[in-house]
């Protein structure tokens, strides 16, 4: 079974950075086709927040353009999201998924909160 684990949350200031971690957890036995981070915070959707596909280049929210990086390790089969210049408004929960065969994996989640 295949498990997805986010680590790196917490509070920050704004201003700072701050290092997202997501690792697959099981055995190693396929490659996901696209790994990504989304975000949610009450009472909305939850959104995109950068997707990176095999072999293709990274893609950004606007809203993180420039300050979000999504480095992503195809031999562990994990991917990071590098947050720089946090604002108040990238608090939320942010969630890893990866998606292999047509199959989407969601870790649990972590929180961010930006503090002004």
């Known amino acids: 079974q295949v498990q997805l684990v986010e680590s790196g949350g917490g509070l920050v200031q704004a201003g700072g950075p701050l290092r997202l971690s997501c690792a697959r957890s099981?055995?190693?036995?396929?490659?996901?086709?696209?790994m990504a981070w989304y975000r949610q915070t009450p009472g909305k959707q939850r959104e995109l927040v950068a997707r990176?596909?095999?072999?293709?280049?990274?893609n950004y929210a606007d809203s993180v353009k420039g300050r979000f990086t999504i480095p992503r390790d195809y031999a562990k089969n994990t991917v990071d999201l590098q947050m720089n210049s946090l604002k108040p408004e990238d608090t939320a929960v942010y969630y890893c998924?990866?998606?292999?065969?047509?199959?989407?994996?969601w870790g649990q989640g972590t929180q961010v909160t930006v503090s002004s």
């Open positions: 990176i596909r095999t072999g293709g280049s990274p």
């Open positions: 099981g055995r190693n036995i396929f490659s996901f086709d696209s």
């Open positions: 998924t990866a998606s292999s065969f047509g199959v989407d994996y």
